[in-house]
């Protein structure tokens, strides 16, 4: 591909991305993303605003150190005094880059600046000047540039090149424009400023109106060839254009944007999760590209079809973005066809399908329960179904009643040897009191040796997996259950356990009558 379909990519997650409320980094997180954006590929780091705090001042000196490829970047306003403090933060590396900017729109030129049209004009003049004494790498941007007068932005683009200036940045700061404006806006540039061909045109865009990604695609259409732009799109106020989700585009979509970038795209997953370790901001589950359920199907349809071919529901690959695979989401949509396949990757391979539909029918209750049914949810299932295809006793209903002040008691119904039976008893603790219900409507003898629970997965929705031994004249039988609600779990576990002893009884004295303790 020619080099005048290279995309620039210059990434501002440490200047622009820290602006983002409550997203502040260390210097050593700072440090830790400037490597990973190094490795990643990103042509530009700007990596701080330096005369902003010390802070900002050392974090863009000791990055300006260490990147190997990128090209590292410091922010200053129209003074002598900012772009100083860039120099002298950046000059420890042999390339960089000083990116000044002042604002061009009426409103901030009135509001804001106080300054005349002309003034500005006097400011771009020197800054750009000025700072071309330290580097020929000198970036330009007219902030508020979207809501500027088509005409004034074209004079001060021309002044900005004709002072030195080698890339100019048309940002929308506020997130105001559309698709079809920004167009417009960098192909008018193209058209009327006379010197253009001398600088590179770049998009800044802001997510205010959700569009700060499709403005910036809109941007490169028209002609503009650096992308501003921060990973997991975080930024001030709503953020910023996503990488990501630019990057990607121009790959999924090389057909209507024929360019390339120098992303290695499959780091694209590792470094999203160290900006977001590093400001503590969760990426959404539903975020393009980078979330959580970005290469996750749920529907029994659309997990159908991944099955039979991976392209009928997926535009990119997830190892293409660094994810290991697709993830079949478990959950109340998803169809047999997916829960086998499940099973078959979980180790289930000879389950019978008559194991394999009554463990269905409890992933499909389940699912009704739970946000997310995990993989070990789903083991857990199919264990409880292997050893309960056989059971005499069954739980039909269960009642419990704990807390404070009053007793805890068991209201219980179970189907003994086909027989409906119920009982209610007070115990010492609601489990103590399930367990007695079971010996009044099955009476046996049996010591409890084992009652342990655990969360099989994570969260406050967890299934809980009770595993219960007992031992009655030698005999030992273990009995796993796993449910939502812990009391649930305990009583089917015991249930378990003592089916399974029921069975051993019988193939060690097959002619007692086992129902005749019922």
């Known amino acids: 591909m020619s080099e005048k379909n290279r995309i620039i990519i210059f990434d501002t997650t440490m200047r622009d991305g820290e602006q983002s409320p409550g997203a502040s980094m260390s210097l050593e997180e700072k440090i830790q993303i400037s490597r990973v954006f190094d490795e990643l590929g990103?042509?530009?780091?700007?990596?701080?605003?330096?005369?902003?705090?010390?802070?900002?001042?050392?974090?863009?000196?000791?990055?300006?150190?260490i990147l190997k490829n990128s090209i590292p970047c410091g922010l200053a306003r129209a003074t002598k005094k900012d772009i100083d403090a860039c120099f002298n933060s950046l000059k420890h590396s042999k390339k960089f880059r000083i990116h000044t900017f002042i604002s061009t729109s009426p409103l901030h030129m009135k509001h804001k600046l106080q300054k005349s049209p002309e003034e500005v004009l006097e400011a771009i003049d020197f800054?750009?000047?000025?700072?071309?004494?330290?580097?020929?790498?000198?970036?330009?941007?007219?902030?508020?540039?979207?809501?500027?007068?088509?005409?004034y932005m074209c004079k001060t683009v021309e002044l900005a090149i004709k002072?030195?200036?080698?890339?100019?940045?048309?940002?929308?700061?506020?997130?105001?424009?559309?698709?079809s404006e920004y167009t417009k806006i960098i192909s008018t540039l193209i058209n009327k400023v006379p010197n253009i061909d001398k600088a590179i045109l770049s998009t800044h865009t802001h997510d205010d109106l959700g569009l700060a990604t499709a403005n910036s695609l809109a941007g490169i259409v028209a002609g503009a060839r650096q992308v501003?732009?921060?990973?997991?799109?975080?930024?001030?106020?709503?953020?910023?254009?996503?990488?990501?989700?630019?990057?990607?585009?121009?790959?999924?979509?090389?057909?209507?944007?024929?360019?390339?970038?120098?992303?290695?795209?499959?780091?694209?997953?590792?470094?999203?999760?160290?900006?977001?370790?590093?400001?503590?901001?969760?990426?959404?589950?539903?975020k393009a590209i980078v979330g959580k359920n970005a290469f996750a199907h749920e529907s029994g349809i659309h997990q159908d079809g991944m099955l039979k071919n991976r392209n009928t529901y997926e535009i990119m690959t997830p190892e293409s973005v660094g994810v290991n695979k697709t993830s079949l989401v478990m959950g109340k949509h998803s169809g047999r066809h997916a829960f086998k396949d499940k099973l078959n990757d979980l180790g289930y391979i000879d389950v019978t399908d008559d194991v394999i539909q009554e463990a269905f029918g409890k992933f499909k209750i389940l699912a009704e329960k739970k946000k997310h049914v995990y993989d070990e949810d789903i083991a857990a299932l199919v264990d409880d179904s292997l050893i309960t295809e056989d059971n005499v006793i069954k739980l039909k209903s269960l009642k419990v009643y704990a807390g404070t002040g009053e007793?805890?008691?068991?209201?219980?119904?179970?189907?003994?040897?086909?027989?409906?039976?119920?009982?209610?008893?007070?115990?010492?603790?609601?489990?103590?009191?399930i367990f007695k219900c079971i010996k009044k409507l099955y009476a046996?003898?049996?010591?409890?040796?084992?009652?342990?629970?655990?969360?099989?997965?994570?969260?406050?929705?967890?299934?809980?997996?009770?595993?219960?031994?007992?031992?009655?004249?030698?005999?030992?039988?273990?009995?796993?259950?796993a449910d939502t609600d812990t009391l649930v779990a305990s009583a089917n576990a015991y249930l378990n356990a003592l089916n399974k002893m029921i069975i051993k009884r019988k193939k060690t004295a097959p002619d007692e009558d086992l129902s005749a303790q019922a």
């Not at 800054?127 to 005409?151: H, P």
């Open 42 to 65: 990103v042509d530009v780091i700007e990596a701080g605003f330096p005369i902003a705090s010390p802070g900002d001042f050392e974090a863009v000196t000791e990055i300006s150190k």
């Open 127 to 151: 800054s750009v000047k000025y700072a071309r004494k330290f580097t020929d790498d000198v970036e330009w941007s007219c902030e508020d540039g979207t809501r500027t007068d088509m005409d």
């Open 163 to 179: 002072c030195g200036a080698k890339t100019i940045n048309i940002p929308d700061t506020v997130g105001y424009t559309v698709p």
């Open 228 to 286: 501003e732009c921060t990973l997991n799109g975080i930024g001030e106020r709503a953020g910023n254009a996503a990488l990501e989700e630019i990057v990607m585009a121009i790959k999924t979509r090389n057909d209507l944007m024929p360019y390339s970038t120098g992303i290695n795209t499959k780091l694209i997953s590792k470094a999203s999760k160290v900006v977001s370790n590093a400001t503590g901001f969760p990426i959404q589950f539903n």
């Open 407 to 433: 007793p805890q008691k068991a209201d219980m119904t179970l189907e003994v040897f086909g027989e409906i039976k119920k009982a209610s008893e007070i115990g010492d603790g609601p489990v103590d009191a």
């Open 444 to 481: 046996h003898e049996v010591v409890l040796q084992l009652y342990n629970v655990h969360a099989v997965t994570e969260g406050t929705d967890a299934q809980a997996t009770v595993s219960i031994r007992i031992e009655e004249k030698g005999k030992i039988t273990v009995g796993q259950a």
